[in-house]
């Protein structure tokens, strides 16, 4: 007897969900009579991050406050680390690949692209294409709510999706290194010079894909300092934007 893996159980109603996303080809004809509203777009958060800002740990524990505080149909969900094994296995692209879209330089990048390849055939994998698949899996995501949603330009792909609530998070250049040091035990003296690379790495990326677009204030409805404000402060910042109402779209 196979036993599914954790990743499995965790993801299968958000997966069981996006499936039945309904996308009708034209409206539906009622009669005046009988018109209703359809229902309310669920909310969904994305969160964009400098680097170790730690991130990865504050959506895990968001994840699990919205839970409690936030009940509702199925439960919410975390896509940071699972995102990039969703794409991998729906495309069957590599993890490293994936990964690589927004933290590696882009030259190494295209190097590794130019000896892959998506079937057997000819066509040769290209970033570009790469990164087509992870929007469109954060855009099915979105639009089935109650997900978070780290990285990958999330903030630039689900923007005008209604019901979204976008946060970044930062920190001091310092705190980023000791974080950094702590969790892949870089040498000190190397840690700050990978860090700034990661830096670059990252703004050639939003280049790359958004260069009309800015990580600017504006986009966000919340930036917090992960330096001065405690985990449980911004976890309670962040559930009273998901409860709040949803406002009109514009």
């Given at each position: ?43 969904f ?85 790469v ?16 997900v978070?949603?780290v ?46 690379q ?41 559930e ?11």
């Open positions: 007897m196979i036993t599914p893996s954790p990743l499995n159980l965790s993801v299968r109603p958000i997966v069981a969900t996006i499936r039945t996303v309904p996308f009708p080809l034209k409206p539906i004809e009622t009669s005046p009579t009988s018109q209703t509203s359809p229902p309310p777009p669920l909310p958060v994305t969160i964009s991050r400098e680097p170790y800002a730690g991130a990865w740990s504050f959506a895990q524990q968001l994840v699990e406050a919205l839970n409690t505080c936030d009940p509702g149909p199925r439960p919410w969900t975390c896509w940071d680390r699972e995102l990039v094994e969703k794409v991998a296995a729906d495309h069957n692209l590599s993890k490293v690949l994936i990964e690589a879209i927004e933290n590696e330089r882009h030259s190494w990048l295209t190097d590794f692209l130019t000896s892959l390849s998506y079937t057997d055939g000819p066509e040769v994998a290209d970033e570009s294409r990164y087509q698949h992870v929007a469109t899996t954060i855009r099915k995501l979105a639009a089935s709510g109650r978070v949603i990285g990958r330009g999330g903030v630039f792909i689900t923007r005008h999706m209604p019901a979204g609530i976008h946060i970044r998070l930062v920190a001091p250049f310092e705190h980023r290194v000791a974080f950094f040091n702590q969790q892949c035990g870089i040498k000190p003296a190397d840690a700050p010079g990978l860090l700034r990661l830096e670059r790495n990252r703004h050639a990326f939003y280049k790359r894909h958004w260069p009309n677009e800015s990580i600017s204030p504006e986009n966000f409805a919340a930036t917090l300092n992960t330096a001065q404000v405690n985990l449980q402060s911004m976890i309670q910042i962040v009273s934007l998901v409860l709040q109402p949803v406002p009109a779209p514009n």
